[in-house]
RNA sequence: GUUCUAGUAGCUCAGUUGGAUAGAGUGUUGGCCUCCGAAGCCAAAGGUCAUGAGUUCGAAUCUCAUCUAGAACACCA
């Protein structure tokens, strides 16, 4: 519609088509869109009122979308002759199989890395900001037509690692669960802190990972396959996953790291210190550290992380060097900077960073050591009480496979709600309360509304009938929906969608309140009233599913 | 110290490329179940858009300065 406007404004003043900007007015009786003139004046139009009445005169509505074109001072606002407008949006969400979806990919393949979580640390409700922002990333772009590809790098070498092993040498394991790997990390790495000699040893153990040590390779595999294995469990419980894994250790023992160091030397950019650390200069693209290079191997000739993680974006971009996104916190901003110039050197794109800002608890900083972390599950499993305990309230039941659905749709609407850029002030209890903005508001709308539909019939023959203002109000938000579809591919930005979301299930709790479908004896309103119920719930539904939320039928 | 990001109602947050009277949720105070599921709806109160200047016909939005918070800046990953 915004498109059609601009098409015969321009048609009646000679102006840059991006200068006019179609808005929607802040009131409800000052129409469906307008424009405000004062942006449209140059030499040849001085005054917005007469520009206003310019286009007001001029304007052909060839095919008769509005009612009414009205100036407000140096506004033109453009009033919907709703009875077309309501039958073809509800028609066309009808049969359109992925409304909101134009395939914009056209089935190119795009790739994405996101969480790719250390294996020595459990998922906090910090680091899952990044798979949630990730997986919502990667269901819009499938939505959209891409053939999307989910990327995981495991960390299976560093000294992080090397510790770990050394851990589990001295101390065994309990038993073979990840906790049980996770408490002889915390146990090893405390160790290390007053002892010198464990740095030492896992120095010497890397090694021998990096000159190919069969034995020491598979140790160090085994561990973070096992850690892995407890990092995905939780991701499977929020419904997140993963096609293609990557072990930073093939990067390692073979030739690979010094092919890219060759290739970085032919540059004449490769330099060695006097400590015989090998690093980049990039002193030409204006990277905000203290020197301007980045440093790629230790003195004693193993590799640091950035070199293996150059080696592993090179082969992402092999890959796919046309759609490639990483998600990353904000911490890595500058550090990402860095890859991406080496990438330039060696004559790569890299990669579209996606990055976001801190989750801090209470207004303070997460850390392990101190305890003040909320881990992912017992986020989940704080949420699943508070619902249970609701749920008794109401003296009611609900089985297992709901509250996994219910409680997924409370975390992930809650930490999509914020913008990337925002820090999250997390709140346990803000977080597990669902009234208002929250995800269970919304899948209980769903279900008063799925409920209705359950129970009656309509005919997608009948002829559509909506008298009322809050009806047309409404098809307008539906219609809204792909425009904000192709605003989040520009933006990236769930919080768009949570907003979207949140208003048209607000919208139509107040048409369940203010009008009767079932007991409405005028059948052609009834029948007319019931499909646009249906085209809601479609378009909620698209779109909670972009956020990774599924919904339910009955609760 | 340098660079980046943020600061909007008691609290949690929206506010798209500058545009009409700055919006939600939550909490507070009232009202609404004989009626499609009240986890809901309606209403009221609640604002120096951190502060100060500037640009503009017009600034929460752009520029500069200051304050506050967070982040990054060479052998961690």
Redesign the pocket.
């Known amino acids: 519609m915004k498109d059609y406007i601009k098409e015969k404004v321009l048609a009646v003043i000679n102006i840059p088509e991006e200068k006019i900007?179609i808005?929607?007015?802040?009131?409800d009786n000052?129409g469906d869109f307008?424009i405000?003139c004062?942006?449209l004046r140059n030499e040849q139009y001085h005054n917005p009122l007469e520009i206003a009445n310019l286009i007001k005169d001029n304007f052909k509505d060839e095919l008769g979308y509005f009612q009414e074109i009205k100036t407000?001072?140096p506004?033109l606002?453009f009033y919907l002759d709703y009875t077309k407008f309501n039958s073809k949006t509800i028609l066309e969400i009808e049969s359109t199989k992925e409304y909101g979806s134009l395939n914009q990919g056209h089935n190119e393949a795009l790739l994405i890395e996101h969480t790719s979580i250390?294996p020595n640390a459990e998922p906090h409700i910090g680091r899952c900001r990044n798979s949630l922002i990730g997986d919502f990333l990667s269901n819009l772009y499938a939505f959209t037509g891409y053939q999307v590809e989910r990327h995981y790098f495991i960390?299976d070498i560093?000294?992080?690692i090397a510790l770990l092993v050394i851990g589990i040498e001295k101390y065994g394991l309990k038993d073979e669960s990840f906790s049980a790997i996770l408490d002889v990390y915390v146990k090893i790495s405390k160790e290390a802190t007053t002892n010198e000699k464990l740095e030492e040893q896992a120095f010497s153990y890397l090694k021998e990972v990096e000159s190919g040590n069969p034995e020491m390779i598979n140790k160090f595999k085994e561990i973070t396959d096992k850690c892995v294995q407890g990092q995905l469990k939780i991701f499977d419980k929020l419904d997140i996953h993963f096609d293609v894994f990557t072990h930073?250790s093939n990067y390692v023992y073979n030739n690979y790291l010094d092919e890219i160091l060759t290739k970085l030397e032919n540059t004449g950019k490769l330099h060695q210190?006097e400590?015989g650390?090998k690093?980049v200069d990039l002193s030409e693209y204006n990277i905000?550290?203290?020197?301007p290079?980045l440093?790629l191997t230790?003195?004693?000739g193993t590799s640091?992380?950035?070199m293996r993680d150059i080696a592993y974006t090179i082969y992402k971009i092999n890959l796919n060097s046309k759609h490639n996104y990483i998600v990353l916190g904000?911490?890595?901003?500058?550090?990402m900077a860095q890859i991406s110039a080496v990438l330039d050197i060696l004559g790569y794109k890299a990669p579209e960073l996606i990055s976001y800002?801190?989750v801090l608890l209470d207004?303070g900083?997460m850390s392990t050591s101190a305890g003040t972390v909320v881990l992912i599950t017992d986020f989940m499993q704080a949420v699943r009480e508070t619902?249970r305990k609701?749920?008794k309230k109401?003296n009611?039941e609900?089985d297992e496979e709901k509250l996994d659905i219910l409680v997924n749709a409370c975390i992930k609407f809650t930490m999509l709600?914020?913008?990337k850029?925002?820090?999250?002030?997390f709140?346990l209890e803000?977080a597990t309360?669902?009234?208002?903005?929250?995800g269970?508001?919304i899948l209980?709308s769903i279900?008063?509304a799925k409920?209705?539909l359950r129970?009656n019939t309509y005919d997608l023959t009948k002829p559509l009938v909506y008298q009322n203002a809050l009806e047309n109000k409404i098809i307008k938000e539906l219609a809204n929906f792909k425009e904000v579809i192709n605003?989040l591919l520009i933006s990236n930005?769930p919080?768009?969608l949570t907003?979207y979301i949140?208003n048209l299930t607000?919208l139509f709790?107040?048409f369940?309140?203010q009008?009767?479908?079932?007991?409405e004896p005028d059948l052609t309103l009834k029948n007319s009233r019931l499909r646009l119920l249906n085209c809601i719930v479609e378009v909620l539904t698209s779109a909670l599913k972009i956020l990774g939320i599924k919904t339910i039928e009955?609760?």
């Open positions: 900007k808005e929607i007015p802040p009131e000052m307008s405000q004062a942006n407000m001072g506004y606002n250390n960390n560093g000294k992080k930073e210190d400590l650390r690093y905000p550290t203290k020197e290079v440093v230790r003195s004693n640091l992380y950035p904000e911490d890595q901003e500058v550090y800002s801190y207004g900083k619902l609701e749920f109401r009611s609900v709600n914020v913008s850029k925002k820090i999250v002030n709140n803000n309360s669902f009234t208002g903005e929250s269970m508001y209980y279900v008063r409920s209705i129970n605003e930005e919080a768009h907003k949140f607000q709790s107040k369940y309140e009008i009767n479908i079932t007991n009955k609760l």
